[in-house]
């Protein structure tokens, strides 16, 4: 019935259609499912869907399709169990054939949708042996009314309608949310299961359809390329229609069948549509685009693009000869067939330090029929094109032609050399870049002395002015140098840079010093020892404790001595010690401590001087104490009430002399004892003296 049609329709159609597989498996292992997808608009629902599958897609035609709809927001506020409604008393199926007759006369898509659905045969092959032929004869004949029939209902609202693929809700209610679930029909038999699918819509999602957007044209001759965005809007507009507008008349379609994504990126995306126009040079051309959702509806024009095709030159100048008449001046020849004179006004000569850098004219208005200049001005480095101009403005541009005049000037020597480096040992080197235009790159040299003949560590040439180097920092050596040398595509090398040293960091403390002997005197303890052996030593540090102290008690910085007097002793058994600080802050391990014995003079309690007398009136017991020891560096006084035991009562510094006991009471009998500590941790008799309140 629809065959004749069909045969001319399917082609142009199919080269758009992106959103469906040719050729998938029966045997598929996913599920077949239902895809749903919704429009809301200001007043009712639209839906559409399709089964993934052409075997599924089959036997849900014959069972049909329900539709559930699930209130989930009402007035504002989340509905935990909204109202269920089934849209369908019935199960949507396909219409009878003799339904699509009248539809299938004035629409070429129900007429595919119908013959993909009834026909008796689906032979879809068109003339010829391209490779859309290849594909029409590997597909199955389900496979391909599968294909076809979802096509057509994407591009009919009407006839998606007609074949129960689509539905209007119109029973909505404004400001409401609904989600709708769309799911094969159940039957009696056993039969393949399919999936069911849903989608959330309602008036809150209501949105304009927008403009095609990044529709652009370049004209050339005869002929304008047309390109707009596609990707961005694909899941509004499933196809467009151009329009053409000439010398300012009433814009027409150009396009005979929808324009699809006829083409997609390895990635499934695909940015661009494009359309090639063949149009008259010399005649003014505008362009515009609107685009089709597949819920039957158009959407605004596009911005407007415009221009003018020109015919093109029909030669292409070729740069045939260059001779160097000097460092400074080329003469430079071209071909340019003399048959195209009459078509062009001028040429130019243009120059660019690089074949694919910017090139800028250097000399203009060269005679139509000259084929021969001399350009002075050379650089180290030169790319030169000529370009014939046309009368009618249209230009024809020869290839790149390098001219490189003898070269045995080096480069200038890199500058402003700069290096940083981590605490791992990576070294980034910074100068400023040459200037010189034929210049190639940068080599990299070092060493750990400054006056040695320093090594490449850049064996392939540095393009850029930066470079890496990784250098070991558990070392002895306390800078490394660097320079860098530049060189030219001659292979003419600079001078190097200057010289750049770099700190290495450190992290190695400095050696040991060791403790070469002590004299133990009336004057005190006289220590000596050999300092580090480490270079970047800044300073030694005399430690002192009491043989059973944990704590080592620092006496003294000495940045140049090795002799130190200990004048501040008590009697005791005392342990020193000393370590190297190097100007980082990194410290040796200690030398090995020696033992001093120190007899001393003993504090005694005749050295120790203790009153305590009561104030009756003001209620409080004065204390007072004095210690012959200038070694003390705390005191602690104690406290007994009648006939009990001295405990600690105050811990008080070396500037005390005395305190106010106001925690007493009437008649009662109290004891104190005072102790002095030195900073070593030695202790003073208890000096005890008691009094009646």
Request: hydrophobic share 35%; no cysteine.
């Amino acid at each position: 019935m629809y065959s004749k049609i069909l045969t001319y329709l399917i082609l142009p159609i199919i080269l758009g259609f992106t959103q469906l597989t040719i050729g998938q498996e029966l045997t598929d292992t996913a599920n077949p499912s239902v895809k749903v997808i919704a429009r809301s608009l200001e007043d009712k629902v639209l839906l559409r869907w399709a089964v993934d599958q052409p075997y599924a897609w089959k036997k849900a035609n014959e069972s049909g399709f329900l539709i559930e709809r699930i209130t989930i927001e009402s007035k504002g506020l989340a509905l935990d169990n909204g109202p269920r409604i089934i849209l369908t008393t019935q199960p949507l199926k396909p219409a009878p054939l003799e339904a699509w007759e009248n539809l299938a006369t004035q629409n070429q898509n129900a007429a595919i949708l119908a013959q993909a659905l009834y026909g008796q045969s689906f032979n879809a092959t068109p003339p010829g042996n391209s490779t859309m032929t290849m594909i029409y004869t590997i597909n199955e004949e389900l496979e391909q009314r599968h294909t076809f029939a979802l096509l057509a209902a994407e591009q009919s609202w009407d006839a998606a309608k007609l074949a129960g693929w689509a539905f209007e809700d119109t029973s909505i209610i404004k400001g409401e949310k609904y989600i709708y679930s769309v799911k094969v029909a159940p039957t009696d038999e056993e039969a393949i299961r399919i999936d069911k699918s849903a989608v959330v819509a309602g008036t809150p999602f209501y949105e304009a359809l927008p403009k095609p957007i990044e529709l652009s044209a370049v004209f050339g001759d005869g002929v304008a390329n047309i390109t707009w965005d596609f990707n961005l809007l694909k899941h509004i507009y499933s196809s467009y229609n151009l329009e053409r507008s000439v010398n300012g008349n009433p814009f027409e379609q150009v396009n005979t069948s929808p324009i699809f994504n006829a083409q997609q990126g390895a990635d499934g995306q695909s940015a661009a549509l494009f359309y090639q126009d063949s149009i008259t040079n010399g005649k003014s051309y505008k362009y515009r685009v609107k685009g089709f959702t597949a819920f039957g509806e158009v959407g605004p024009y596009s911005e407007e693009v415009g221009g003018t095709p020109k015919e093109r030159l029909a030669f292409t100048p070729r740069i045939s000869r260059k001779k160097i008449l000097d460092p400074n001046r080329v003469e430079l020849q071209w071909e340019y067939n003399e048959k195209g004179n009459e078509a062009i006004q001028s040429f130019y000569l243009s120059r660019s330090n690089k074949d694919d850098g910017v090139y800028y004219k250097v000399v203009e208005n060269i005679p139509v029929n000259q084929r021969k200049i001399t350009y002075t001005g050379l650089k180290a480095i030169n790319y030169f094109r000529i370009t014939a101009v046309g009368k009618n403005g249209i230009e024809s541009e020869s290839y790149s032609s390098m001219v490189q005049p003898i070269d045995s000037t080096p480069p200038a020597p890199p500058v402003n050399i700069m290096a940083k480096i981590d605490t791992t040992g990576v070294v980034t080197l910074e100068w400023n870049r040459n200037t010189e235009v034929d210049l190639a790159g940068y080599r990299v040299y070092r060493n750990t002395s400054k006056t040695a003949e320093f090594s490449m560590v850049s064996p392939a040439l540095i393009k850029d002015n930066r470079f890496t180097d990784t250098i070991t920092i558990k070392t002895l050596n306390t800078k490394m140098y660097y320079k860098v040398t530049a060189e030219d595509q001659r292979y003419n090398t600079s001078e190097f840079s200057k010289v750049f040293a770099l700190n290495i960091p450190d992290v190695l403390p400095p050696s040991p010093p060791v403790i070469k002997s002590f004299a133990n005197n009336a004057e005190g303890v006289a220590i000596t020892w050999v300092p580090s052996s480490s270079k970047d030593v800044k300073a030694h540090i005399l430690f002192k404790k009491e043989t059973q102290s944990k704590e080592w008690l620092q006496l003294k910085v000495l940045e140049s001595d090795t002799t130190f007097m200990d004048e501040n002793t008590v009697a005791g058994t005392f342990a020193y010690t000393v370590i190297a600080k190097d100007s980082t802050g990194l410290e040796s391990t200690p030398a090995k401590p020696i033992i001093v014995k120190r007899k001393g003079q003993t504090t005694t309690e005749k050295a120790m001087n203790l009153t305590a007398v009561p104030n009756r009136e003001l209620r409080f017991i004065a204390i007072q104490w004095r210690i012959k020891n200038e070694d003390i560096s705390e005191y602690r006084l104690y406290k007994s009430v009648n006939s009990g035991p001295l405990r600690l009562y105050r811990t008080l510094d070396k500037e005390s002399n005395g305190l106010n006991d106001v925690d007493i009471s009437v008649n009662t009998l109290y004891g104190y004892g005072i102790q002095g500590v030195s900073r070593l941790g030695v202790m003073t008799p208890i000096k005890k003296i008691q009094v009646k309140y």
